[in-house]
C-alpha cells in the first residue's frame, strides 16, 4: 500500500502538469483540437487525486488534514475539482489554465514534502475538525479562485481600455462574466468559511482548554470574514460594481494568503499542529 | 462537363460598372426567360452588391463567353463595359469558381458568409422559376457541402471585419448578454442604422434613437421594427437626449458633428447616477463625437473608429490565413463531385450495370451448384445468363441509343444516374457485397 500511495504522490504532480500543459496549449492556440478533451485529462487528474486522497485516509487512518503539506494536497484538489464544477456549469472553458496552476503548485509543494504520518495528535482525530478543515480548505480555494477570476478582469479591463486586442482579449469571456465568477467564487468562499468559524468556535473550548480568542490565526480569519462580508453586502446592494469589487476581492485575498502564513509560520498559535 | 460561367466583381471592375450591371430579382427572371433553351438548359445567376455572375449548361456546344456575354449586355446595357471586366469559366474551372465564391474566399470581405446565403437564394429563385435541372441541383448541393464545411471547420468566417461590427463584438467583450441591455444610438445615418441593426441581431434589450432631424430618426425606427420584430425603439429628442445617457449602458455615436457632443463631464455626471455601473460608448463618427478622456472614467469604455479598426485588420489577417484550409476543402470537394459526374458516363455504367448481375448470378449459382447433377450444372450456367441477358437487354439497349444517337446529354444524365442509384453501384465497389446486401434483405 505504502508504495502505490508513493506511486500516487508522484504520479498526481504529473498529471497536474500534463493538464495545465492541454489548457495552457489550447488557451494559446485556441481552435477546437483539445476543447472536449482538456475536460477528460482534467477529470482523470482529479479521480486519481480523490483516489490518492482517499487511500492515504484509509491507510494512516486518518484524514490528510493533520499537517501543512496534507492540506496542500487537498487545497490542490479542492481549487481543482471547484474549478472543473464552475466549468461544467457555467461552459466558460477559455481561463482554465490560470486556475489549474494554482492546484499544480500546491500539490508539486505536497508532493515534494509530504510525509507518511501514522501517528498524530488526538486532537486530530476529531470529526468537527474534519468538516472544520475541509470547509476552511473549500472556502479558501473559492476565494482563491475569485482573485483569479478578479486578476483575470483587471488583465482584460486594462487591455480594452488600452485598446489591445491580443490573446487575453480573444480568449477571456466577459469582463461581466468574469465579474460574476468572481463574485460567485467569493460568496461560496465567504459562505463555506463562515461555516468553518463557527465550527471553529464550538470546538475549540472542547479540544483547547487554554485557548485564546486573541489568537493570531483567529483574529486573521476574522479580518478577512469581515472584509469579504463588507464586499459582498457592497455588491448585493448595488453600491459597489466592477473593478471596485474585483479589488476589494483581490484585497481579500491578498489578506487571506499573509493571515494564514504569517501565523502558520511567524506567530506563535494553538492553531499549528506540525 | 459543359458548364459555363461568367463573372462580373471587384476583382476586375469599379463599383460603377459592377452597379450597372446589377440584376434585381426581376431583371433575373427576364434574364432565366430570355436564356432558357436558347442559351442554357439549366443555370443559376447570381446578382450581389459585389458581383453579378451567371452558370449555365449550354444547349449548343458552340455557345461561349462571348454569346454570354453579349446575352447580358443585351438585356443590361453598360457602354462603358469591357472584356476585361468579365472573367470566364468554363467546366472545372467553373464548378471550382462556384466553391470558392460560395466558401467566401473570393469575397472583397474575405469570409464574408453573406455570400453563402446570397447563392443559396440565387438557387432557389433559379428552382421557382425552374431554370435547375439534374446537373444544377447537384451542383447545388455540392456548392452547399463545400460553404457549410468551410463555415464549420475552418476559421474563414469567425471575427468582425466591418467597424460597425467590431464595435459589437467589442461591446461583447465587455457585456455578457446584451438581452438585458440597453443601448442609446446617436445619429439616424447609414452608419448608425448599421450598428443599430447590428445591436438588433446580437438581441439588444431595449433600444433608443436620437437625431439632429426627428422624422429621420424615426424612420429608421420604423424599419428596423419592421425587420425585426421588435418593439419600436424608443425616440429621444436631440436637444435633451444629455438627460438621459445614464439610462443606457452602451452608447453608439455615428453623427456629422464637427464637434464634441458628449463631453467628459457629461459622462461622469451619468456615472454617478447609475452608481458607477458599467458604461460604453461606441465612437464610430468622424470627426469624433465623444470627448476621448471620458476613457479616463472608472467602468467607462470609450472607443473610436482607430480602435475598432485594430480589431478588423486582426480579424482580416486572421481570416487570410485560413485561406490555405478552405481551399484545401474546395480541391477535396472539387474531386468528389467530379468522382460523381465521371461515374455518369455511358460505357463506364453499362460495362459496371453487367458486372454487377453476373457477380450476383455467379455467386448464386455457386452457393447452389450442389444442388444439380454434374450435367445440370452446365444447364444452370447457361440457363441463368440467358436469364441476365435478358434482363439486361433492354437497358442496354437503350442506354447505347444515347451515345449512338448524341441524344441529349441531359437525359442520358439522369437515366444513368438513376441506375447507378436503384443498384448502388457508387455506394459498392463491390458488387458482390451489394447483391448480398440485396439477398440479405429479400
Not at chain 1, 463555506?192 to 486573521?220: M, R, T
Not at chain 2, 463631453?263 to 447609475?274: E, H, L, V
Not at chain 2, 442496354?396 to 444516374?417: W, Y
Request: charged share 20%; proline share 3%; net charge neutral.
Amino acid at each position: 500500500m505504502d508504495s502505490f500511495i508513493d506511486f500516487l504522490t508522484v504520479l498526481l504532480p504529473i498529471l497536474y502538469i500534463v493538464t495545465f500543459i492541454i489548457y495552457f496549449y489550447d488557451f494559446m492556440k485556441g481552435g477546437k483540437r483539445f476543447t472536449n478533451s482538456k475536460r477528460l485529462f482534467l477529470f482523470i487528474t482529479l479521480l486519481v487525486h480523490s483516489i490518492y486522497l482517499f487511500t492515504r485516509t484509509i491507510h494512516f487512518n486518518h484524514p490528510p488534514i493533520t499537517n501543512v503539506f496534507e492540506i496542500f494536497t487537498v487545497l490542490a484538489f479542492s481549487v481543482g475539482f471547484s474549478y472543473f464544477i464552475l466549468e461544467l456549469v457555467t461552459d466558460i472553458r477559455g481561463t482554465g489554465p490560470f486556475i489549474i496552476i494554482i492546484a499544480l503548485f500546491f500539490q508539486i509543494i505536497s508532493s515534494l514534502f509530504i510525509e507518511d504520518l501514522v501517528e498524530v495528535k488526538e486532537v486530530l482525530r476529531s470529526n468537527l475538525l474534519g468538516i472544520h478543515v475541509v470547509s476552511a480548505l473549500i472556502g479558501y480555494s473559492g476565494i482563491t479562485i475569485s482573485a483569479v477570476y478578479g486578476f483575470l478582469y483587471l488583465v482584460l479591463y486594462k487591455d480594452i481600455k488600452l485598446n489591445k486586442f491580443g490573446l487575453i482579449f480573444n480568449r477571456l469571456p466577459s469582463l461581466e462574466v468574469l465579474e460574476k465568477l468572481s463574485f460567485y467564487s467569493a460568496t461560496i468562499g465567504f459562505v463555506l468559511l463562515s461555516i468553518a468559524i463557527i465550527i471553529g468556535i464550538i470546538w475549540l473550548p472542547k479540544a483547547f482548554p487554554d485557548y485564546s480568542y486573541a489568537d493570531p490565526k483567529l483574529i486573521g480569519s476574522f479580518l478577512v470574514w469581515i472584509l469579504y462580508s463588507i464586499g459582498i453586502l457592497n455588491k448585493v446592494f448595488g453600491k459597489w460594481q466592477g473593478k471596485r469589487v474585483i479589488l476589494f476581492s483581490i484585497l481579500g485575498f491578498v489578506i487571506a494568503i499573509l493571515s494564514t502564513t504569517l501565523t502558520n509560520f511567524l506567530a506563535s498559535s494553538f492553531h499549528s499542529f506540525y | 462537363m459543359n458548364l459555363l460561367a461568367i463573372s462580373i466583381s471587384h476583382h476586375t471592375a469599379p463599383v460603377e460598372l459592377r452597379e450597372a450591371l446589377y440584376l434585381t430579382n426581376d431583371e433575373i427572371k427576364e434574364v432565366i426567360e430570355g436564356s432558357k433553351g436558347k442559351l442554357f438548359s439549366e443555370g443559376l445567376v447570381i446578382s450581389t452588391c459585389n458581383r453579378t455572375e451567371i452558370y449555365g449548361i449550354p444547349v449548343d456546344p458552340k455557345i461561349n463567353y462571348q454569346d454570354v456575354q453579349n446575352f447580358i449586355l443585351i438585356k443590361k446595357p453598360v457602354p462603358q463595359i469591357h472584356q476585361d471586366n468579365f472573367r470566364n469559366f468554363f467546366s472545372k474551372g467553373a464548378v471550382k469558381h462556384l466553391f470558392r465564391l460560395i466558401s467566401g474566399i473570393d469575397s472583397m470581405l474575405i469570409g464574408d458568409n453573406q455570400i453563402y446565403h446570397q447563392v443559396k437564394d440565387s438557387f432557389q429563385f433559379a428552382e421557382v422559376n425552374q431554370f435547375t435541372g439534374f446537373l444544377m441541383r447537384r451542383l447545388f448541393d455540392a456548392a452547399v457541402k463545400t460553404g457549410k464545411r468551410a463555415i464549420s471547420e475552418t476559421e474563414i468566417s469567425e471575427g468582425a471585419v466591418t467597424v460597425s461590427y467590431a464595435a459589437v463584438q467589442l461591446i461583447e467583450k465587455i457585456f455578457s448578454s446584451l438581452n438585458k441591455k440597453s443601448a442609446l444610438v446617436i445619429g439616424a445615418g447609414e452608419t448608425g442604422e448599421i450598428a443599430a441593426k447590428h445591436l438588433l441581431d446580437r438581441g439588444i434589450g431595449k433600444l433608443a434613437i436620437t437625431n439632429r432631424t426627428v422624422e429621420r430618426a424615426e424612420k429608421l425606427a420604423e424599419s428596423l421594427s419592421k425587420g425585426f420584430l421588435t418593439e419600436k425603439a424608443k425616440i429621444i429628442p436631440f436637444t435633451t437626449f444629455k438627460e438621459y445617457i445614464h439610462e443606457y449602458d452602451i452608447i453608439l455615436s455615428a453623427t456629422s458633428s464637427e464637434n464634441f457632443i458628449l463631453t467628459k463631464d457629461d459622462i461622469q455626471s451619468a456615472m454617478k447616477k447609475r452608481s458607477k455601473n458599467a458604461m460604453v460608448l461606441m465612437d464610430i463618427a468622424i470627426p469624433r463625437d465623444i470627448d476621448p478622456e471620458a476613457k479616463k472614467i472608472d467602468n467607462v469604455f470609450c472607443n473610436d473608429i482607430d480602435s475598432l479598426n485594430i480589431i478588423v485588420e486582426q480579424n482580416l489577417a486572421k481570416r487570410k490565413e485560413e485561406i490555405p484550409k478552405v481551399e484545401k476543402i474546395v480541391e477535396e470537394e472539387l474531386a468528389n463531385f467530379f468522382n460523381w459526374f465521371s461515374s455518369l458516363e455511358l460505357a463506364p455504367t453499362i460495362k459496371n450495370l453487367r458486372d454487377f448481375f453476373e457477380t450476383i448470378r455467379a455467386e448464386e449459382v455457386d452457393k447452389n451448384k450442389n444442388r444439380f447433377s454434374h450435367e445440370d450444372q452446365e444447364k444452370l450456367e447457361i440457363v441463368t445468363k440467358r436469364i441476365i441477358n435478358k434482363i439486361l437487354h433492354h437497358p442496354t439497349t437503350e442506354l447505347k441509343k444515347f451515345s449512338e444517337n448524341n441524344k441529349s446529354t441531359d437525359e442520358a444524365i439522369v437515366k444513368v444516374s438513376i441506375i447507378r442509384e436503384l443498384f448502388g453501384m457508387d455506394k459498392q465497389n463491390n458488387p458482390a457485397a451489394a447483391g448480398e446486401e440485396k439477398g440479405g434483405n429479400s
